[in-house]
């Protein structure tokens, strides 16, 4: 284990649907990332939350929606999606020095399977 | 930004054979470069990472180099064993500390 866990771990949902992905880091970590895993695809980072505050957003369309409560939590809000967006979707944290300087490790979760209807 | 390359797509060696499995990138500002495994049903994992100041480390069968210059870094895997079957990712990461741009990925096979 990780120290990342992430709920459900399968999800399958209609176009119409509304539904949220769960991340909890275990770790301390002060940053939280969601990535997009697609099939013989690199891993495209979606969003960055660095102490809370969204720092990085990847022109990720607005039928994905992040939300991070607190450092150890993470969410992704779903509604409307398509079926390109099918995927596994990981979620990371990792410990980021003010300034950065430190090469820091992310840590995954093992990932939501995501399939769109 | 960053591009990262990594060949090959797919790697299939018999037990106790050695493994490489070599990237690039782009942008000369990229400083840290780990590598990770996924196994199946898994989140990447890290295995070892390397900065841009060393240019080789080792982890017992696992080792990683660094050529600045040209701008790679493989890994190699001595002794494979059937466990290391899996996915296989590169990364590279500069100066946006939050940012790691990540290969496509090489699925290892090991025959036993």
């Known amino acids: 284990e990780t120290g990342v866990t992430q709920t459900p771990r399968h999800l399958v949902m209609g176009m119409t649907n509304k539904k949220s992905l769960k991340c909890e880091q275990h770790?301390?970590?002060?940053?939280m990332y969601w990535y997009k895993q697609s099939a013989k695809k690199p891993l495209e980072l979606m969003f960055v939350?660095?102490?809370?505050?969204?720092?990085e957003n990847n022109s990720v369309p607005s039928r994905f929606s992040p939300e991070c409560p607190n450092s150890s939590h993470l969410f992704l809000h779903l509604h409307t999606l398509q079926p390109e967006d099918s995927a596994l979707y990981l979620c990371?944290?990792?410990?980021?020095?003010?300034?950065?300087?430190?090469?820091?490790?992310?840590?995954f979760g093992p990932g939501t399977r995501l399939t769109v209807l | 930004g960053e591009n990262v390359e990594q060949h090959p797509s797919t790697l299939s060696v018999q037990e106790g054979d050695s493994a490489v499995i070599k990237c690039t990138y782009s942008?000369?500002?990229?400083?840290?470069f780990p590598w990770y495994k996924q196994e199946l049903g898994k989140g990447p994992q890290l295995i070892i990472d390397?900065?841009?100041?060393?240019g080789e480390k080792k982890d017992q069968r696992i080792a990683v180099t660094l050529n600045k210059t040209a701008k790679h870094f493989s890994l190699h895997i001595t002794e494979t064993q059937p466990e290391d079957s899996a996915v296989y990712f590169c990364?590279?990461?500069?100066?946006?500390?939050?940012?790691?741009?990540f290969g496509s990925g090489t699925k290892l096979n090991v025959k036993p």
């Open positions: 939350y660095s102490l809370e505050e969204r720092v």
């Open positions: 990371a944290s990792s410990q980021e020095v003010v300034g950065g300087g430190l090469y820091n490790e992310q840590f």
């Open positions: 942008d000369s500002a990229s400083n840290y």
């Open positions: 770790l301390g970590h002060n940053a």
């Open positions: 390397i900065r841009s100041n060393v």
């Open positions: 990364a590279a990461r500069g100066n946006n500390f939050n940012k790691f741009y």
